[in-house]
Nanobody
Framework: QVQLVESGGGLVQAGGSLRLSCAVS????????MGWFRQAPGKEREFAAA????????YYVDSVKGRFTISRDNAKNTVYLQMNSLKPEDTAVYYC???????????????????WGQGTQVTVSS
């Protein structure tokens, strides 16, 4: 069983920054492709960012490109989402997700992921 625990969410003013962390249990984190998704009130869950198992490949939804950075520390079994220049439209619950099938891909479809965290709330005030 793989467990994911997000942290780092909170309330921030527009233009501010937050760094989300997702700690992943298990000894084979380095084999997992990871992703961040978000869900705003009344909206469907949407893809935000993804990173391949090695960290060599990343991908972002257009609305966060240039502002968000996904990274991973395989020694710490943790994936991060650095969020800069935050906007009110970034307000959402942010979820991290893990694909455990040892694929060197960035995965954009939530159906590709096997495990999910409980989510962390990010609120950006105007």
């Amino acid at each position: 069983q793989v467990q994911l625990v997000e942290s780092g969410g909170g309330l921030v003013q527009a233009g501010g920054s937050l760094r989300l962390s997702c700690a992943v249990s298990g000894r084979t984190f380095s084999l997992y492709a990871m992703g961040w998704f978000r869900q705003a009130p009344g909206k469907e869950r949407e893809f935000a960012a993804a990173i391949s198992r090695s960290g060599a490949n990343t991908y972002y939804v257009d609305s966060v490109k240039g502002r968000f950075t996904i990274s991973r520390d395989n020694a710490k079994n943790t994936v991060y989402l650095q969020m800069n220049s935050l906007k009110p439209e970034d307000t959402a619950v942010y979820y991290c997700a893990a694909d455990i099938r040892s694929r060197e891909y960035v995965l954009l479809d939530h159906r590709e992921y096997d495990y999910w965290g409980q989510g962390t709330q990010v609120t950006v005030s105007s």
